[in-house]
């Protein structure tokens, strides 16, 4: 059974960093993508940052030039750098992953990620 755990949400004031950590555990595959999202309560859940199946990475707009998304060789283990964080950054943050499917290319997508975590929260006072 795969499980997908965030660690390292807190509250950080404005222009600080915050590193967060996503580990997947139940397979010894290595994953497919991985992505970090967030949501503020009462709004749509936005793609911080993805890490795809060629190493590609992608940024929100939001967040470019102060997100860094990175992953260990096993690939099931993902972080997210945060640095100048901003009121804005509040949410709760959310890893996802998902696994090769019989050799076939997919886009990972929010909707087609199967496996995720119970988020962390972020809070970043001004």
């Known amino acids: 059974q795969v499980e997908v755990a965030e660690y390292g949400g807190g509250s950080v004031q404005s222009n600080g960093s915050l590193r967060l950590s996503c580990v997947v555990s139940?397979?010894?595959?290595?994953?497919?993508?991985m992505g970090w999202f967030r949501q503020v309560e009462g709004k749509e859940r936005e793609r911080v940052a993805q890490i795809d199946s060629d190493g590609s990475i992608t940024y929100a707009d939001s967040v470019k030039g102060r997100a860094t998304i990175s992953q260990n060789e096993e690939k099931n283990t993902l972080y997210l750098q945060m640095d100048s964080l901003e009121p804005r950054d509040t949410a709760v943050y959310y890893c996802?992953?998902?696994?090769?499917?019989?050799?076939?290319?997919?886009?990972?997508?929010?909707?087609?990620?199967?496996?995720w975590g119970q988020g962390t929260q972020v809070t970043v006072s001004s």
């Open positions: 996802a992953a998902d696994y090769d499917r019989g050799g076939i290319d997919f886009t990972c997508t929010e909707w087609t990620y199967p496996y």
């Open positions: 139940g397979s010894t595959r290595p994953t497919y993508c």
